[in-house]
Nanobody, 121 residues
Framework: QVQPVESGGGLVQAGGSLRLSCAAS????????MGWFRQAPGKEREFVAS????????SYADSARGRFTISRDNAKNTLYLQMNSLKPEDTAIYYC??????????????WGQGTQVTVSS
């Protein structure tokens, strides 16, 4: 019903860093596990990272583990993704949404427009 709003993307050189933010509605954020997905040109959407409501459990795709850090601020209904050591293969549109234990979107909430991350070599 109410779309999340992703921001913080941009153009960065390989090895650089970006911090993405996702401002979601209370009904979307709530006590749900939230996560980041990305979609590169010509490829399917893929899971990047997730975090449960308390922040005590996180999950990362192999491509993100060790370089990305997911966090959340429940008081602000905001999700973050700190991305370090960026690589050209990280280039994609990044989206946030509710996430299942199977690393899939729940399907209960709408998608935002995403934020573009472009990493140059």
């Amino acid at each position: 019903q109410v779309q999340p709003v992703e921001s913080g993307g941009g153009l960065v050189q390989a090895g650089g860093s970006l911090r993405l933010s996702c401002a979601a509605s209370a009904r979307t954020f709530g006590a749900y596990t939230m996560g980041w997905f990305r979609q590169a040109p010509g490829k399917e959407r893929e899971f990047v990272a997730s975090i449960n409501w308390s922040g005590g459990r996180t999950s990362y795709a192999d491509s993100a583990r060790g370089r990305f850090t997911i966090s959340r601020d429940n008081a602000k209904n905001t999700l973050y993704l700190q991305m370090n050591s960026l690589k050209p293969e990280d280039t994609a549109i990044y989206y946030c949404n509710q996430v299942t234990e199977g690393r899939e979107p729940t399907g209960f909430r709408s998608w935002g427009q995403g934020t573009q991350v472009t990493v140059s070599s």
